[in-house]
């Protein structure tokens, strides 16, 4: 991805939307709220996690005594799954498996990361923000995710990317362009073309889009 892309999401709680970088920040506006109004309720801790793959990420909130499992299989579900790789957690001082509670990886601010697939591996980075006492009936939620990135069609500029060639050193094409590549393109028409997804697998192994959250799944729609 050559050009600068800009990454926002909308907030869970009141639909605003803000860049990457303000989220995580706007998002415990929130939280600190909640953390006030279940104090009476025998609240249990949840923490604040965000996911990061470059201008990609996911803010979660998890409930600290699921196991990291529960983080494995959200993230298989909404980035990752295409055919049944095998994932760990991973930190470079310490080990992480998946029967670990998500409070006793996420206590410190530490940062780990997650991969899929030991072949085509897939990493993303976990980081913990903050934890809260809350009364939740879910043990994950997702609070914002990136909205579709404005990913151009590289043949015309003029419309979204709707699929990528991964032959054609990863160009991307719109609807009509793709047909045109077709002709030019013998792997293209073949197996080399993928579609655009919102995930940091997209154009890898068989990877066509995730299982939950698909309204934010597809390609950028111009404002
Ligand atoms: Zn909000
Ligand atoms: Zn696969
Ligand atoms: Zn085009
Ligand atoms: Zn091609």
């Not at 990291?68 to 760990?88: A, N, P, Q, Y």
């Not at 160009?171 to 993928?194: L, P, R, T, V, W």
């Not at 990877?207 to 390609?219: A, F, H, S, V």
């Amino acid at each position: 991805m050559e050009e600068e892309l800009n990454s926002e999401g909308k907030c869970l709680f009141c639909n605003e939307t803000f860049s990457q970088k303000e989220m995580g920040k706007h998002l415990a506006t929130h939280l600190k709220k909640m953390e006030k109004e279940d104090s009476k309720k025998m609240p249990e801790t949840f923490c604040h996690i965000v996911v990061e793959a470059d201008v990609m990420f996911l803010h979660l909130l998890v409930k600290g005594n699921a196991t990291m499992k529960k983080i494995d299989t959200f993230l298989r579900k909404v980035w990752l799954e295409c055919c049944g790789h095998l994932s760990g957690f991973g930190h470079k001082d310490f080990k992480i498996s998946m029967t670990h509670k998500v409070l006793d990886v996420f206590e410190t601010k530490v940062k780990i990361y997650h991969d899929y697939d030991y072949g085509s591996t897939t990493r993303v980075f976990l980081k913990g923000v903050k934890n809260y006492q809350l009364k939740l009936k879910e043990d994950i939620v997702l609070l914002s995710r990136n909205e579709p990135l404005k990913l151009m069609c590289s043949k015309c500029g003029k419309q979204a990317a709707v699929n990528i060639c991964t032959v054609c050193d990863w160009s991307f094409y719109c609807e009509s362009c793709s047909i045109q590549h077709e002709k030019e393109c013998g792997d293209f028409s073949d197996y080399a073309n993928m579609p655009v997804v919102n995930s940091p697998r997209m154009g890898v192994c068989g990877y066509e889009g995730g299982q939950i959250d698909t309204e934010r799944d597809g390609i950028y729609q111009k404002k």
